[in-house]
Nanobody
Framework: VQLQASGGGLVQAGGSLRLSCVAS????????MGWFRQAPGQEREFVATIRWDGNTLYGDSLKGRCTISRDNAKNTVYLQMNSLKPEDTAVYYC??????????????????WGQGTLVTVSS
């Protein structure tokens, strides 16, 4: 499966963005899907994951300010981010959960990484 993330851009602090991750090649309906982010010079960080049936788990970084969702008919996963802060600036990646159970937050348990979409939040 190939994953294509989009929706990033430049936004002012306090603004919102919705990221999309479109899968092609095969269905992702039966897989948990996750969003991660990586700021310059930092480790890739877990943001959120969603199970095939819509159950969700959020990391601490955007908890309370983001919502992960999916549309299996469109083979797409979304990340709605609100009240953005300059420290949310990062490249955001989507990936397919491959091991470790759907609640895993380790990037090493995910694969088929998309190319990432850059989110820049200005102060």
């Amino acid at each position: 499966v190939q994953l294509q993330a989009s929706g990033g851009g430049l936004v002012q602090a306090g603004g919102s963005l919705r990221l999309s991750c479109v899968a092609s090649g095969r269905t992702i309906s039966y897989y948990a899907m996750g969003w991660f982010r990586q700021a310059p010079g930092q480790e890739r960080e877990f943001v959120a994951t969603i199970r095939w049936d819509g159950n969700t788990l959020y990391g601490d970084s955007l908890k309370g300010r983001c919502t992960i969702s999916r549309d299996n008919a469109k083979n797409t996963v979304y990340l709605q981010m609100n009240s953005l802060k300059p420290e949310d600036t990062a490249v955001y990646y989507c990936a397919q959960n491959q091991k470790g159970g759907w609640r895993t937050t380790s990037q090493h348990d995910y694969g088929n990484w998309g190319q990432g979409t850059l989110v820049t939040v200005s102060s």
